[in-house]
């Protein structure tokens, strides 16, 4: 439903941004929208959109910065600044925080009201749409492959999902960081634009034996980090199959099921972990941004929409799997 609801008004500690740019997500938005996420609390009635990147508006009392006029890009995670650890400007250890968009009102609006202490200023060679698609997955990406993945240069990691959005990021970044990165999907068209931002190697799942083509292709080691965010019944064992003694494999994501079978014994006779993780750093942040403003970090921009043509750019993300992705625009409509 488009319509007109009151401008927001920033309270102590909150800015308000004029939006420029919001992603379309599967999940996030379509799937929230259609009321099968009941799990996450969403009331209505109720505006979405978790990644809005844009133009400081309005300062609430005690905030003095950034200023208006600075062009900005709005993280996801959203204290409360009502608890003591935000009092005492401990942000990130807030216990009641929510997602934007989820448990609070977020960006797909022409005006949204955030903490000043999750907006970041985007570098002027980054357009909008690109910073907003950007923030979605590298963060994330960084925390992922590096923060609890440990991930070293000349180590291998095979990337699940290699035309999506977290997986086309993590790509991009693990050679950007001198890993050999093999990448996965499940069509030759997908598993190209994996080998287009990249990978070393290649495999069509569908048509291929996962584990056996990794295997080969590492002289029967195996990788020693598997980035996972499908989370299907049917991928999942072969991945984790592809890991060598003391690997990793790291997840966030279960668009493919989410309950998948393990194999116990390979578990703990390879001495492998498994770690699910869905934070990142202030420092995943800055990572990112500095790589999407050097362009060594690029975002596929599917197409964009005026936000009145929300429900069509829903439509769109329902009935095709984009390789890119799909933005609202506010200022166009
Ligand atoms: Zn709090």
Known sequence: MYEDVPDPEPGPGEIV????????????????????????????PHV??????????????????????TRV???????????????????????KSCMLGIGCWGGDADYVKVPA?????????????EAAAVL?????????????????????????????????????????EGAIVIATA??????????????????NYNKEDLTK???????????HLVYENISSPDTWPKALACLRKFGRLVTAGAHGGGKVALDCAFLYHQQLRIIGSTGNTDEDVRRTIEAAASGKLKAKIEKIFPL??????????????????????????
């Open 48 to 69: 979405g959109g978790v990644d809005p990147a844009g133009v400081v508006t309005a300062l609430g009392a005690g905030v003095d910065g950034p200023a208006v006029g």
């Open 308 to 333: 009145s043509a929300a429900p069509e750019a829903h439509r769109l993300m329902e009935s095709t799997i984009p390789t890119g992705k799909i933005v609202l625009d506010p200022t166009l409509g």
């Open 136 to 176: 979605r997955h590298g963060p994330m990406a960084y925390h992922l492959l590096f923060g609890v993945g440990k991930l070293q240069p000349g180590q291998s990691v095979l990337i699940m999902g290699a035309a999506g959005g977290l997986g086309s990021t993590g790509i991009q970044i693990a050679k950007q």
């Open 17 to 44: 941004v004029a939006v420029h740019s919001v992603t379309v997500n599967r999940v996030l938005n379509c799937a929230v929208r259609a009321g099968t996420q009941q799990q996450r609390g969403v009331k209505p």
């Open 213 to 223: 083509a990794v295997r080969d292709y590492t002289n029967g080691e195996g990788v």
């Open 117 to 129: 202490s999750i907006v970041v200023p985007i570098p002027d060679n980054l357009d909008f749409a």
């Open 73 to 95: 890009a709005v993280l996801s995670r959203v204290p409360c600044l009502k608890c003591d650890d935000c009092a005492a400007g401990n942000f990130d250890a807030c216990k």
């Open 186 to 203: 499940g069509s030759d068209e997908r598993v190209a634009i994996g080998r287009e931002l990249g990978a070393d190697f290649v495999v």
